[in-house]
């Protein structure tokens, strides 16, 4: 049995989830409403607050969808009632990012700006001028989102500039030692 599987996901209140036919959920909280069509195999029973996911066999396939489906349900109330965020770092020499209406513009030491729409779904923050701040209520959103950002100027092992999550270690190379005489 699935460890993560078998755990009960407790429904908070202020929080509505819709189970339709062939598992199409529905959860609408403060943050936003979310859908998503799981496996139909899968077997969710709602009663009270509590939603629990039972899988049909003990298939290899069902095995590994138990507990995918238990997060995915999970993960999807968290982001309504709290949401979910990501923070970059931007760190160089004359890198910085500033807010324009719903673009994000970046400087990151090309020749030109870039320039990065917020998308339906995602609200950019911008409390400094080297950090960035992307929240949502769906945490695939968020995190492909950032991922994107980060794309743009992936940080270099060397210096360390670049745009890196918060909690991101940069392994560090040393550079080229000096001229041999």
Known sequence: MSRIGRMPITVPAGVTVNVADGN???V?????????A??????IKQ????ITVERPSDDKLHRSLHGLTRTLLHNMIVGV?????????????????????????????FSHQVIVPEIEG???????????????????????FAAEIREKRP????KGKGI??????????????????
Not at 28 to 36: F, M, N, S
Not at 38 to 43: K, P, Q, S
Not at 155 to 158: K, L, M, N, S, W
Request: with cysteine; proline share 5%; hydrophobic share 30%.
């Open 81 to 109: 009632t709290d949401g979910f965020k990501k923070e970059l770092d931007v760190n160089g020499v004359g890198y910085r990012v500033a807010k324009e209406g719903k673009n994000l513009v970046m400087n990151l030491g």
């Open 47 to 50: 009663e009270g607050n509590t």
């Open 122 to 144: 995602i609200t950019i923050d911008v409390p400094g001028p080297n950090k960035i701040v992307v929240s949502g209520c769906d945490k695939q959103t968020v995190g492909q």
């Open 38 to 43: 799981l496996r139909a195999e899968m077997i």
């Open 24 to 26: 199409v959920v529905t």
């Open 164 to 181: 890196k999550y918060t909690d991101e270690v940069i392994r560090r190379k040393v550079g080229k030692t000096g001229a041999k005489k």
């Open 28 to 36: 609408k909280g403060p943050k936003g409403e979310l859908t998503r």
């Open 155 to 158: 940080p270099e092992p060397y």
